[in-house]
């Protein structure tokens, strides 16, 4: 943060106050001096209250010129506004993109510590939530051009957000993505979690097409995708055993996905699932799942991470704007987060306000 002001104003404040000195020495220059002689000076030592305040009284006018001048040149403080207040900037509203649903996992195995790349580039240990935030965060802000809502799923799956064009809502929900504490909200009900999330799409471009003759809808949706984020793998709550919607197996889910033209992306974060030979069938499951609707699994361990799977699905579904590349570091335009001028116009009005006042009623001159 930095303090700063109006070039211009200041020369030609600078101009103003040299020739007004430059003028003022030249005038008392010319002007005689006066002189009065007395043959005592013993009633003059006196001095009332008045001609003692008087000198204070001119200093506040002084003060009041000098708050103007000041509130002239614009002073104000400008710097990078904190990351809460933040807003998203949109020159023109995007007609066309493509409708994403990020399924996130916040079942309890999410809280487990994992060591992948940070925001700085370095390797970091943090919960598997964090990472998944974080890199989240990223590709909601490399797509402001499509369409993006948020389901969070343990259990069962909560939608966060609708699909949306608004990033700051994305990203203030994305903030509120937890681990459950309850044993009987745990669960990773993923099939679940996709059927919700295609039939939300289907409802969306539903909307969009059942407008009148002629009538264009303000946003086109070119395509629409699915980008699962979870460790584990289909494992719904016992709880619900018996429950067909909720216990829907991945093949099922994926079927309802493909009829609706839905490509799906599955990122899993345990560094497990990618070398485990324990792990392979769901390994499989989760690539048929995926290449079934055209989508690709990415199983983040050794050789990728979350920050490269997201990288690789921005790659493949290019959106309605060329953007750079998730995780590269955007410049951040400094704006101006605090101005003086309108406190120091007070501040000058309200002592010269004062000066005729005062000197009017109080300091009033003999005739």
Known sequence: ???????????????????????????????????????????????????????????????????????????????????????????????????????????????????????????????????????????????????????????????????????????????????VENPNDDGTAMGYAIFKSVNLIAATRHLSEELPPGEKPPYSIKNSIIVVVTDGFQDPSRLDYGNRLRTIDLPEAAENAKKQGIRLYVINVDPAMATDPEYAPHRRQMKQITQLTGGDFFSVGKTTNLKQAFQEINRIEKGAINLDEVGKPQPKEKVRLFSFYPYLIAIGMILIFLFILLETLIFRPNP
């Not at 040149?73 to 993109?97: A, C, H, N, V, W």
């Open 1 to 179: 943060m930095s303090l700063q002001a109006d070039i211009f104003s200041l020369l030609l404040l600078a101009v103003g106050f040299i020739s007004f000195f430059i003028f003022r020495s030249k005038l008392l220059k010319n002007i005689p001096e006066s002189r009065l002689n007395f043959s005592s000076l013993f009633f003059f030592k006196k001095i009332s209250w008045r001609q003692h305040w008087l000198p204070t009284l001119y200093w506040s006018l002084i003060l009041a010129l000098g708050c103007l001048s000041l509130a002239f040149l614009d002073l104000y403080f400008s710097g990078i506004p904190k990351e809460s207040e933040q807003k998203t900037i949109r020159k023109e509203m995007p007609q066309e993109g493509i409708a994403i649903y990020l399924l996130l996992d916040e079942s309890g195995s999410m809280k487990e510590v994992i060591q992948s790349e940070g925001p700085d580039g370095q390797q970091a240990n943090l919960p598997k939530i964090d990472f998944l935030k974080m890199w989240t965060k990223q590709f909601i802000l490399s797509r402001p051009s499509d369409l993006i809502g948020i389901i969070a799923f343990a259990r069962i799956p909560r939608v966060l957000v609708p699909l949306t064009l608004d990033q700051d809502e994305l990203l203030k929900k994305l903030s509120q993505v937890h681990v």
